[in-house]
């Protein structure tokens, strides 16, 4: 039977959501297909979201993503400090991997977006695919690049990535160097039909009263609510693992029968960091979009200027986001001309391109 190992970053959510749409119709086209899972989201996230159950699911995945001093920022320093030892215990810790590929023996090995695992496979001769919008090599080098150790760091990068047989570069994506093996495919995301009577309903909200999703991702941090002021004719639907004291416009929505793409789907904007996922589900439901800056981070350009060609869009910056200082950029999405929604093609491309390394 063939089998496919996927080592998923377990930084955020986002890039488990990818890879797990992706493995859920694979398993599905590809009869008796085997999964192996490393690292990303908790196996009971993972477990639901597929069709089959995963052979292996091994969390202790080394990759280092980046420092965060806060869910909005990066630091830097900690960032190449945490690389730097990383590469003086890297054979050691290719080895590892190594050890967890070969007691699996896959035919192929997907990689969202780790570089250790990539390296492990192109040293057991083993196909391997990129899956992601950008790769660490790109983040890394946005930080730490200019940092003394950090380019030979960033380079050490790009020629493992470069080693990949292919790299699904999932729209929206960070435009890769020539050396990577990179194929765009469309969106990735899940969709829902809206459910706005019900949505009305679950919150005992009238008719035409306007809906604001608030969601800032999987990586909570404090929501400064407190110092926002009132939002006259709107209720706030908060989703989400951030801190948060009460607001008097605000329901908590995690309890809400309502899975979070038919929120997206049914609320008259979503306020958010820019992140994947959610900016993709915008994208592709029609729902205008408030994003709150983000500082630096070298996706954000690639992905709100993709956005914007779908939905309205509008930035927070940080001020204007603690304070609450945005209603009027919510009437601006709602009055602004709507493009036409963007196709989560992505699944189906991914798909096809892949079962040809399992047939």
């Known amino acids: 039977m063939p089998a496919l190992y996927a080592a998923i970053t377990p930084h955020g959510y986002g890039h488990g959501a990818i890879t797990v749409q992706v ?4 398993a599905e086209a590809v009869p008796g297909l085997r999964l192996g899972v490393a690292g990303g989201p908790p196996e009971p996230w993972v477990r639901a979201r597929l069709p089959v159950r995963p052979e292996l699911h091994d969390r202790a995945i080394a990759d280092p993503g980046m420092v965060n001093s806060d869910p909005n920022t990066v630091d830097p320093e900690a960032s190449l400090v ?7 215990r890297f054979e050691a ?10 007691a699996f023996a896959p035919d192929l090995v997907v990689s969202n977006v780790g570089f250790v695992p ?25 930080y730490c690049g200019d940092m003394p150790g950090g380019r030979s760091i960033q380079e050490r990068l790009e020629a493992i990535y470069s080693a990949c047989d292919l790299f699904l570069a999932t729209t929206p994506f960070v435009p890769m160097a020539k050396g990577i093996p990179a194929r765009a495919v469309g969106p990735i995301c899940a969709r829902a039909a809206p459910r706005r009577a019900a949505l009305e309903a679950a919150l005992g909200v009238a008719e035409g ?10 990586v909570g941090g ?15 639907i908060h989703r989400g693992p951030d801190t948060c004291a009460g607001h008097p416009d605000m329901v908590q929505g995690d309890h809400l029968p309502f899975t979070f793409p038919e929120l997206v789907a049914s609320v008259d904007a979503v306020v958010t960091k820019p992140g994947y996922g959610t900016v993709t589900e915008c994208a592709c439901a029609g729902t205008p979009l408030l994003y709150r800056s983000r500082n630096d981070w070298p ?19 940080d001020d204007a986001f603690r304070t609450g200082a945005f209603a009027e950029k919510l009437q601006a999405v709602l009055q602004a001309p709507r493009p036409v929604p963007a196709q989560p093609t992505g699944v189906a491309e991914a798909v096809d391109l892949l079962r040809l390394y399992l047939s």
């Open 82 to 88: 945490r690389y730097q030892d990383l590469f003086q």
């Open 23 to 26: 493995l859920s119709a694979l």
């Open 209 to 218: 009263t306007r809906l604001a999703l608030i969601t800032m991702g999987g």
């Open 118 to 142: 990539v390296e492990a496979a192109r040293r057991l001769g083993i196909p391997t695919v990129g899956l992601a919008p950008f790769h660490w090599g790109q983040i890394f080098g946005t």
């Open 93 to 102: 810790v290719v080895a590892e991997e190594m050890d967890r590929q070969r």
């Open 299 to 317: 996706e954000t350009p690639h992905m709100m200027g993709w956005a914007a060609r779908h939905v309205a869009v509008e930035e927070i910056y």
């Open 222 to 236: 404090p929501l400064p609510v407190e110092a926002w002021p009132r939002f006259p004719g709107w209720r706030l």
